[in-house]
Antibody
């Protein structure tokens, strides 16, 4: 079955960087894209961008453009999201999701990674 | 960026009742790329409906989606105890993907 398993919770100081991993299994990795979505505590869902696992092409949301880098490692079927220059308002649960042409928001999701930014 | 506005913010209903959730877009969106998600506390969102009206795998037929242009609706024909959750609409267009702010369906 399709599974996306994310790395564990992180605590970072303002100005630092964080890199979250999303290890996939149960499907052909390079046939789909991976989307990253975050959710601040008690808030709604915010799309950060996505990466094609076929050719590495990316599309980032304007709000995080310049601070985010999404990559993949096809040898391990893993996607990564790095966010730099962290601020307190980056504190959120970060989710990866498998993107299909029908389900652009994602048809299968990881369990989430809590990133806390605090001095 | 297309803004999705969901209403009501909270819907208080009893099990067995019908739930009607609305999502209005700030400009016309593609029906092909319109979806609904369900999220329960402490869980990741789950895809319910894609392409405006197609149920995702394993989603019971009490969930249905409809709409076009700027107005979309998610209907739950008879609420089951496990349906009390937050629901988000989502669209993709013009190289941008957005979610609505969510509707919480709570037990009355």
């Amino acid at each position: 079955q399709v599974q996306l398993v994310q790395s564990g919770a992180e605590v970072k100081k303002p100005g630092a960087s964080v890199k979250v991993s999303c290890k996939t299994s149960g499907y052909t990795f390079n046939s789909f894209a991976i989307s990253w979505v975050r959710q601040a505590p008690g808030q709604g869902l915010e799309w950060m961008g996505w990466i094609s696992c076929y050719n590495g092409n990316t599309d980032y949301a304007q709000k995080v453009q310049g601070r985010v880098t999404m990559t993949t490692d096809t040898s391990t079927s893993t996607a990564y999201m790095e966010l730099r220059s962290l601020r307190s308002d980056d504190t959120a649960m970060y989710y990866c999701a498998r993107v299909t042409t029908e389900a652009t928001g994602g048809d299968h999701w990881g369990q989430g990674t809590l990133v806390t930014v605090s001095s | 960026e297309i803004v999705l506005t969901q209403s009501p913010g909270t819907l208080s209903l009893s099990p067995g009742e019908r739930a009607t959730l609305s999502c209005r877009a700030s400009q016309s969106v593609s029906s092909t790329f319109f979806a609904w998600y369900q999220q329960k506390p402490g869980q990741a969102p789950r895809l319910l409906i894609y392409g405006t009206s197609s149920r995702a795998t394993g989603i019971p037929d009490r969930f249905s989606g409809s709409g076009s242009g700027t107005d979309f609706t998610l209907t739950i024909s008879r609420l089951e105890p496990e349906d009390f959750a937050v629901y988000y609409c989502q669209q993709y267009g013009s190289s941008s993907l957005t979610f609505g702010g969510g509707t919480k369906v709570e037990i009355k």
